[in-house]
Nanobody, 116 residues
Framework: QVQLVESGGGLVQPGGSLRLSCAAS???????MGWYRQAPGKQREVVAT???????RYADSVKGRFTISRDNAKKTVDLQMNSLKPEDTAVYYC???????????WGQGTQVSVSS
């Protein structure tokens, strides 16, 4: 089992950057990790995932702007977000998956707002 706590959200202007971090308890190295987001009135969607072996995937909407990384020793998974757009505004959730994404474990979410 794993517990997840996100941090790093906030308000940023368009074109700005934010770095989200997810701290995991338990054996994070056994899990694929992912970031998801949910905007008001929309369904939750995948942003980026990273497997236990380090293979990454990104939603088309964030390719080239966001980078997911993991540090198994620190038990953290980060999402570096650059060139932020207003449409990136959402609550961002960390997820841990034993087999298929999304897995059963979610953090509480952190708000990201992109506005001038």
């Amino acid at each position: 089992q794993v517990q997840l706590v996100e941090s790093g959200g906030g308000l940023v202007q368009p074109g700005g950057s934010l770095r989200l971090s997810c701290a995991a308890s338990g054996s994070m190295s056994l899990y694929g990790m992912g970031w998801y987001r949910q905007a008001p009135g929309k369904q939750r969607e995948v942003v980026a995932t990273i497997t236990r072996g380090g293979t990454t995937r990104y939603a088309d909407s964030v390719k080239g702007r966001f980078t997911i990384s993991r540090d198994n020793a620190k038990k953290t998974v980060d999402l570096q977000m650059n060139s932020l757009k207003p449409e990136d505004t959402a609550v961002y959730y960390c997820n841990a998956a034993r087999d298929w994404f999304p897995g059963n474990y979610w953090g509480q979410g952190t708000q990201v707002s992109v506005s001038s």
